[in-house]
């Protein structure tokens, strides 16, 4: 097992585990009173970062949406081989965005919890798309010097249970 895989079992591990004990700070949870602003106060900053990465890659400003990344960051795409680091998906999209054409993605549903301590979160959302219609990004943020930084970001589709028969049909005629 490399390094860094190490770390990635090590932090969805200890993820687990706060998950399991209960959510630090939710943006999705409801219902009025103080902790409620608060949740949603502590978990403005992330929702605004995620609009801003979504926002320039729909603008084809690759310099704000790579920007959203951790150093160590890793987008997972729709297609199985789609498991790239910054690097390898600022050069697979540099066309795209070089072409002044991105994609367009608005986020329709979301919801953030922050770990204790403040400096790691987790989300999900639904993104609309005009060609694909809604699918699911979840992802990891970091606190890195002050600005909160995508350390993961998991984009997929979203299958019915009742259609997954035929999508698993498709795929592995596939192979």
């Known amino acids: 097992m ?3 895989t ?3 079992a090590g932090l969805a591990a200890s993820l687990g585990a706060i998950v399991l004990q209960g959510p630090g700070v939710s943006g999705g949870r409801s219902g009025g009173g103080s902790a409620a602003e608060a949740d949603a106060a502590a978990c403005a900053p992330i929702a605004a970062m995620l609009d801003s990465f979504h ?3 729909a603008n084809a400003d ?6 959203h990344f951790a150093p160590s960051g890793v987008f997972l ?6 498991r790239w680091t910054v690097a390898e998906f600022r050069a697979w999209a540099r066309p795209y965005f070089a072409g002044g054409e991105a994609w367009t993605y608005h986020a329709i549903e979301r919801h953030i919890d922050i770990a204790p301590g403040g400096e790691c979160a987790w989300f999900d959302e639904v993104v609309r ?6 699918l699911r990004g979840t992802g990891v943020v970091l606190l890195l010097d002050g600005e909160w930084k995508i350390a993961q970001y998991n984009l997929t589709f979203q299958i019915p249970n009742d259609d997954a028969a ?9 192979d």
């Open 2 to 4: 490399r390094p860094s």
């Open 6 to 8: 190490v770390v990635a």
């Open 55 to 57: 926002a320039a890659a």
């Open 62 to 67: 690759e310099e704000r949406y790579f920007g």
């Open 77 to 82: 795409g729709t297609d199985p081989t789609e």
């Open 129 to 134: 798309n005009a060609k694909y219609g809604d």
């Open 166 to 174: 035929a999508v698993l049909e498709i795929i592995t005629h596939e």
